[in-house]
């Protein structure tokens, strides 16, 4: 990813969009808000209208907060357990300046399908998934129980708002951010491959290569300064007008095991 600096804050591209990750100094090292791409004004105005019928406290963001994130307009919201979530459109577009990795990444599978997926992390998973489905719109992609334990399982929500299998997942998972990790999918197999060698010194990777049961990902996990993961894939299947919600056993077909520990 490249990476811009201004008044101290970072901004990464990984694309044609003038960012997708900005990293800001603060006391609270955790996920700060996340973005979500409407198509225009007049959705603006229709989401900002079905949230406050929701009971949701909207703040519309002002110039000054437009011009920092490099969109037209926005709102802002918090999730149900204190997430700030924000609804934009008209985000700036650099394609004068093309992206080129500085590592030899071929891409990243963006455009109509975002920047990748977050895994929330929250006390109360129905809850947080009425929250997202029934005001934000958000549609059930499947469902995984994850085991934690003999006899202990949970089940992990994923949901998609476009033919990415998931831009979302909800779980119910004691940790101490506000999600688990975020994903960033690459064009091709080799991105993955030489990524894990490039990490493999560092001590910073947490799973072994696999690939996922739901949306087919070939990934791995590495850990980042802040506590959070990162997932790096390849390979993801889509969703269109035809999916059927289905439910998983288990979190992957093989792999994903965790870095230095026998299985």
């Known amino acids: 990813m490249e990476a811009g600096y201004i008044d101290g804050n970072a901004f990464f591209r990984m694309d044609s969009r003038a960012w997708r990750i900005a990293v800001h100094p603060s006391e609270d090292d955790d996920l700060a808000y996340t973005g979500y791409e409407v198509a225009n004004a007049?959705?603006?105005?229709q989401m900002t209208e079905r949230l406050r019928q929701a009971?949701?406290?909207v703040t519309p963001?002002?110039?000054?907060?437009?011009?920092?994130r490099g969109?037209?307009?926005?709102?802002?919201?918090?999730?149900?357990?204190?997430l700030i979530v924000e609804l934009y459109y008209g985000a700036t577009e650099v394609f004068e300046q093309p992206f080129v990795s500085t590592t030899g990444v071929s891409g990243f599978l963006t455009g109509n399908q975002g920047l990748g997926h977050i895994v929330r992390c929250v006390p109360d998973a129905l809850k947080t998934l009425e929250f997202y489905t029934r005001v934000l719109g958000f549609e059930m992609s499947d469902i995984v129980d994850l085991t934690l334990g003999p006899d202990m399982k949970i089940p992990l929500y994923f949901l998609h708002c476009n033919e990415r299998h998931h831009t979302?997942?909800?779980?119910?998972?004691?940790?101490?951010?506000?999600?688990?990790?975020?994903?960033?999918e690459t064009l091709s197999m080799d991105d993955v491959g030489f990524a894990y060698d490039r990490l493999g010194s560092?001590?910073?990777i947490?799973?072994?290569?696999?690939?996922?049961?739901?949306?087919?990902?070939?990934s791995f996990y590495s850990k980042t300064p802040s506590g959070i993961e990162v997932e790096f894939g390849w390979g993801a299947r889509t969703v269109d007008g035809t999916w059927a919600v289905t439910?998983?056993?288990?979190?992957?077909?093989?792999?994903?095991?965790?870095?230095?520990?026998?299985e």
Do not use: Q, Y
């Open 168 to 184: 979302l997942a909800i779980a119910a998972i004691p940790v101490p951010k506000k999600i688990h990790h975020f994903m960033l």
């Open 42 to 45: 007049e959705v603006l105005a």
């Open 71 to 82: 969109v037209v307009d926005l709102i802002s919201f918090s999730d149900p357990f204190g």
């Open 202 to 204: 560092d001590n910073v």
């Open 61 to 68: 963001g002002d110039a000054a907060l437009a011009k920092r």
């Open 55 to 57: 009971g949701v406290a």
């Open 206 to 218: 947490t799973t072994t290569l696999g690939k996922h049961t739901n949306d087919h990902m070939f």
């Open 247 to 262: 439910r998983h056993n288990n979190v992957s077909i093989w792999g994903h095991k965790p870095v230095g520990r026998a």
